[in-house]
């Protein structure tokens, strides 16, 4: 039973633009979030987390927006660069309990 | 500060084969990870090391054992391969244990081939 869905495996967007990577969680106990970067023979990379007391939380070019009655957080990232192409995973947790990840999009980015 | 470390990178292994898989960090952080990644199925997550001399099991543990050597050293064992394995090898380490609220730190992985 997959808690954390990501289901668009990939995205394509135009350098300058928007991307805007979504994730959808079943687990209503889910009180924090993350978002992971991860580049091809990499580790993930932390990007930004969120609490479940906040709707949004931004850090530079990069925004999630969490909407708890829709179990549905999003990541934005504007503008969009070529070296945003990776593989984005979201992953979320309750209180005394384990990350559980997303699957994982695939974001590109073209010049 | 080299971070979280694992070796080898790359290891093909014949059905039935051991191994152990190493990872290491300089963080001085208390918890400790093991992830597999597989196409289409994300990071599950195999063994965890919650602090220096304890070690639960995470979602998919069947077929490995792992030992936290020490506060740095958390290694993963397989004891007979099975093409099942093949997978990609992450080590994570946390400063708090999972169930706190804080990031995980990443190692490069080992992709592993079981024929």
């Known amino acids: 039973d997959q808690q954390v869905k990501q289901n668009s495996p990939s995205l394509s967007v135009q350098e300058g633009r928007i991307s805007i990577l979504n994730c959808d969680y079943t687990?209503?106990?889910?009180?924090?979030f993350l978002w992971y970067k991860k580049y091809p023979a990499e580790g993930p990379t932390f990007l930004i987390s969120?609490?479940?007391?906040?709707d949004k939380n931004e850090d530079g070019r990069f925004t999630v927006f969490l909407n708890k009655s829709a179990k549905h957080l999003s990541l934005h990232i504007v503008p969009s660069q070529p070296g945003d192409s990776a593989v984005y995973f979201c992953?979320?947790?309750?209180?005394?309990?384990?990350?559980?990840f997303g699957t994982g999009t695939r974001l590109a980015v073209r010049p | 500060n080299a971070g979280v470390t694992q070796t080898p990178k790359f290891q093909v292994l014949k059905t039935g084969q051991s191994m152990t898989l190493q990872c290491a960090q300089d963080?001085?952080?208390?918890?400790m990870y093991w992830y597999r990644q597989d196409p289409g199925m994300g990071l599950r997550l195999i063994y965890y090391?919650?602090?220096?001399?304890?070690?639960d099991k995470g979602e998919v543990p069947n077929g490995y054992n792992v030992s936290r050597l020490n506060k740095r050293e958390f290694s993963l064992r397989l004891e007979s391969a099975a093409p099942s394995q093949t997978s990609v090898y992450f080590c994570?380490?946390?400063?708090?244990?999972?169930?706190?609220?804080?990031?995980?730190?990443f190692g490069p992985g080992t992709r592993l081939t079981v024929l």
């Open positions: 992953a979320s947790k309750s209180s005394g309990d384990k990350l559980t």
């Open positions: 687990n209503s106990m889910f009180d924090y």
């Open positions: 969120i609490s479940s007391i906040k």
């Open positions: 963080m001085n952080h208390n918890s």
């Open positions: 090391s919650a602090s220096e001399g304890t070690t």
């Open positions: 994570a380490s946390s400063e708090l244990p999972p169930a706190h609220y804080n990031e995980q730190f």
